[in-house]
């Protein structure tokens, strides 16, 4: 049985693989989870006033979700009024005009003082799509159309919703969906991606859900589940079996998605907690490499190129960061202000200001911070909560720039 399994996610990272070099964006942070686009033959640098715009659409509603986009449609969550009895749907829509093609509903609404409505991203495989709302409904749905093929409950798996609603974006790892319920019974449940079946539910290991995201890698040859919570970090066999696990006290919300490289795991949180790197040995041994507070990102998240990571923190604004070491290599101290979301395509860092909708290109360099050019997101929404911000990350599919404020979704030409 291990075997099968394993060779099944062999053959589906090779699929992801395809994806990836097709430039299609089919999960939350791309392909690998990591933010890193592989196109080539992008513009580096902008017009003033900004990039071609292709289209505008206001049919996304309300919320925070972000974009998959695989073969021509762009998928995305949005919620339809801000009243209780409202629902949260997922969206399928045209990548070249932004046409909308189908609408489904999955949930009812979450309302929250910093903006209601879903805020994951929905995950892409084949003919299917896994979606989770803001209160934890999660959805399998036809890509073609959107009907509906099964659905659970992270609250029916013994979880609580989080202050900020469920967050997460579910994985799809071959035949397999993981998500992240939390709470007694477990805090990483597996379904079958085909019949919605659960097939284990981590019992090991019970802490609440916070509102990263799980990746999968590859560890000396074995498949890994690794995900950030509240109080740690931790891996999980392709059965849900504890490997490994590492204190990391997050405080108040801890968002941003795991990074892996050759055997070492990063993980970062704001509101103080800061970063940390651990080493992970074939035997599943943790070993410490850094805790500090260089990098302390909130939740606009950080991106790893070659040695060095980038990303927001909230003392030092956009920074890079040595991997290796942990220390800080450039600030652009403050000069952006607000915190913001950072993307990484053909050498360029695409930043996104969550205050003023500012969309910036900078160098993904080692050495400075170099920023090329910049324009405004516009339209911008009528419909964002006072306390809300433009709290999507941006997306490079095939040549194009998305970015998204609510209901308002702008597209972009960014290919020379």
């Keep these: 049985m291990a075997f099968r399994y394993f060779f099944a996610a062999v053959v589906a990272c090779v699929l992801l693989d395809s994806v990836a070099r097709s430039e299609d964006w089919p999960s939350w942070r791309g392909p690998n ?88 991203t929905p995950t892409i495989s084949g003919d299917l799509l896994v979606a989770i709302s803001g209160k934890g409904d999660v959805v399998c749905l036809s890509v073609k159309d959107g009907a509906e093929k099964w659905r659970a409950s992270l609250t029916g798996l013994g979880g609580t919703i989080p202050s900020w609603g469920f967050c997460e974006s579910a994985l799809i790892d071959g035949d397999r969906v993981l998500v992240t319920p939390g709470g007694a019974n477990g805090t990483i449940a597996c379904f079958n991606l085909q019949t919605g079946e659960k097939i284990w539910q981590s019992s090991e290991i019970t802490d609440p859900a916070n509102y990263s995201s799980i990746i999968t890698v590859d560890h000396f040859g074995k498949r890994q589940y690794i995900q950030l919570t509240g109080q740690k970090v931790f891996g999980l066999d392709g059965d849900g079996k504890l490997l490994w696990q590492h ?61 060095y990571l980038y990303g927001h923190s909230d003392d030092n604004g956009i920074i890079c960061q040595n991997f290796n070491t942990g220390e800080l290599v450039w600030s652009d101290k403050k000069k952006n202000g607000s915190k913001g979301a950072v993307a990484y395509a053909d050498g360029m860092l695409y930043c996104l200001s969550e205050e003023n909708g500012d969309c910036f290109l900078v160098e993904a360099s080692s050495t400075a911070y170099k920023e090329v050019s910049r324009f405004k997101m516009e339209p911008q929404t009528t419909q964002r909560n006072p306390q809300g911000r433009v709290w999507t990350h941006p997306v490079i599919s095939n040549g194009r720039l998305y970015l998204r404020d609510q209901d308002v979704i702008c597209c972009y030409k960014v290919k020379e």
């Design 247 to 307: 204190d990391f006290p997050g405080r108040v919300a801890v968002v941003p998605t795991p990074i892996y490289k050759d055997g070492q795991v990063f993980v970062t949180a704001g509101y103080g907690a800061g970063c940390l790197l651990v080493n992970i040995t074939g035997n599943n041994k943790v070993e410490k490499i850094y805790d500090n507070k260089v990098m302390k990102n909130h939740h606009g998240g950080v991106l790893l190129s070659g040695d």
């Design 33 to 120: 989870r990591d933010d890193i686009s592989s196109e080539k033959g992008l513009l580096k640098s902008w017009p003033e006033g900004g990039p071609e715009k292709l289209w505008t659409s206001k049919d996304a509603g309300l919320g925070y979700s972000g974009f998959s986009i695989v073969n021509g449609v762009l998928f995305t969550m949005g919620a339809d009024g801000t009243a209780e009895e409202s629902n949260e749907f997922v969206i399928a829509l045209k990548a070249e005009s932004g046409e909308k093609i189908w609408q489904t509903n999955v949930g009812q609404y979450l309302d929250n003082g910093w903006g209601g409505g879903p805020r994951s």
